[in-house]
């Protein structure tokens, strides 16, 4: 057996999927598009041929949720490869995770990528996305990178993501506006669609599809961000009128909303607010204008980062073992 190492970028979640039809497979009740994002990025490197499975993120134990879903992965790249063998898994991120920055799909994107390599198998792209998507649905939109489409389907190897073409993502930038409220949104999947308003979410889900695809595909950038801030509204209406009530937005939130919102009224900026189940928020622009966004967030006392869209994962020749 031998030792490898993958490094993907977590995703900006644009269409946003809520829900799961089949939680054990990850499978989720819509489709979903998304923007890859760099130079944030999980690191992690794979090793087969040890007694049992380990698991360090950022060297710390990952809990027993986390070690069950490397499992996942790891199984399924042992069963495809005829491996008997535990594997040593170590993973970095260079960014903070469980804050709404889509660290997941990095996550199993990476060691999906490291574990079949390890295993010395390879993948063609749908199959790895599948397989990514075990770890988390969002990962198969980081295997395939820039602007993703994840399919929904009951069929294992058609719910796999696909690249959309584009001819704008180099001018595009995302000003980060960290609001570190930690958050977890399994339980949010399973009982969100108990909401009154996911049926209406629902409803409109194929419409807003086309429509990203459109936009994306001929370099709307204004068409693009502002549906994707319209949509994380509507996330946040459905979520919080869930069972569990749950208002993951803080006060920072909203007024990086206000920023944007303010930006494009009074100074004709380009610039879209975007958000996931988290806290923190996206603020999406150009490179023309990315100096004015981020000294508008930083005036708030909000902790900033710029990013540029990521692709998909590749292996590096150092491990971090």
């Given at each position: 057996m031998?030792?490898?190492?993958?490094?993907?970028?977590?995703?900006?979640?644009?269409?946003?999927?809520?829900?799961?039809?089949?939680?054990?497979?990850?499978?989720p009740?819509?489709?979903?598009?998304?923007?890859?994002?760099?130079?944030?990025?999980?690191?992690?490197?794979?090793?087969?041929?040890y007694?049992?499975?380990?698991?360090?993120?950022?060297?710390?134990?990952v809990?027993?949720?986390?070690?069950?879903?490397?499992?996942t992965?790891?199984?399924?790249?042992?069963?495809?490869?005829?491996?008997?063998?535990?594997?040593?898994?170590?993973?970095e991120?260079?960014?903070?995770?469980?804050?709404?920055?889509?660290?997941?799909?990095?996550?199993?994107?990476?060691?999906?990528?490291?574990?079949t390599d390890?295993?010395?198998?390879?993948l063609?792209?749908?199959?790895?996305?599948?397989?990514?998507?075990?770890?988390a649905?969002?990962?198969?939109?980081s295997?395939?990178?820039?602007?993703?489409?994840?399919r929904?389907?009951?069929?294992d190897?058609?719910?796999t993501?696909?690249?959309?073409?584009?001819a704008?993502?180099?001018?595009?930038?995302i000003?980060?506006?960290?609001?570190?409220?930690?958050?977890?949104?399994?339980?949010?999947?399973?009982v969100?669609p108990?909401?009154?308003l996911?049926?209406?979410?629902l409803?409109?889900?194929?419409e807003?599809?086309?429509?990203?695809?459109d936009?994306?595909?001929d370099?709307?950038?204004?068409?693009?961000?502002?549906?994707?801030?319209?949509?994380?509204?509507?996330?946040?209406?459905?979520?919080?009128?869930?069972?569990?009530?749950?208002?993951?937005?803080?006060?920072?939130?909203?007024?990086?909303?206000?920023?944007?919102?303010r930006?494009?009224?009074?100074?004709?900026?380009?610039?879209?607010?975007?958000?996931?189940?988290?806290?923190?928020?996206?603020?999406?622009?150009?490179?023309?204008?990315?100096?004015?966004?981020?000294?508008?967030?930083e005036?708030?006392?909000?902790?900033?980062?710029?990013?540029?869209?990521g692709?998909?994962?590749?292996?590096?020749?150092?491990?971090?073992?």
């Amino acid at each position: 057996m031998m030792k490898a190492t993958a490094r993907a970028h977590p995703i900006q979640g644009l269409l946003k999927y809520h829900g799961l039809a089949d939680a054990e497979r990850n499978v989720p009740v819509h489709d979903s598009i998304s923007l890859c994002t760099a130079p944030s990025a999980t690191t992690t490197t794979v090793e087969f041929g040890y007694d049992a499975d380990s698991c360090l993120v950022n060297g710390e134990p990952v809990d027993d949720e986390g070690a069950d879903r490397v499992r996942t992965v790891l199984d399924i790249v042992r069963e495809r490869a005829d491996v008997d063998t535990g594997a040593r898994v170590q993973s970095e991120n260079s960014f903070p995770s469980n804050v709404g920055l889509g660290a997941s799909a990095s996550a199993y994107a990476a060691l999906a990528l490291a574990a079949t390599d390890a295993a010395g198998i390879s993948l063609s792209t749908p199959a790895l996305s599948a397989l990514a998507r075990r770890g988390a649905t969002s990962a198969a939109r980081s295997v395939a990178g820039g602007f993703a489409h994840l399919r929904t389907s009951m069929d294992d190897a058609d719910c796999t993501a696909e690249r959309i073409p584009d001819a704008f993502e180099e001018d595009i930038r995302i000003v980060v506006g960290h609001v570190p409220e930690f958050k977890r949104t399994e339980h949010a999947h399973q009982v969100t669609p108990e909401s009154h308003l996911f049926r209406s979410r629902l409803a409109h889900i194929h419409e807003s599809v086309g429509d990203f695809r459109d936009a994306i595909r001929d370099g709307d950038f204004h068409r693009t961000f502002e549906l994707a801030e319209r949509d994380s509204l509507n996330l946040l209406a459905v979520t919080m009128t869930g069972p569990d009530g749950w208002v993951y937005w803080q006060p920072d939130t909203r007024r990086l909303l206000q920023t944007a919102r303010r930006l494009r009224d009074e100074a004709d900026v380009p610039v879209y607010f975007s958000c996931d189940t988290g806290a923190t928020a996206y603020l999406n622009t150009t490179a023309e204008h990315v100096d004015r966004v981020t000294d508008a967030v930083e005036s708030l006392d909000v902790d900033t980062d710029v990013w540029r869209v990521g692709g998909p994962p590749t292996l590096l020749e150092e491990h971090l073992f």
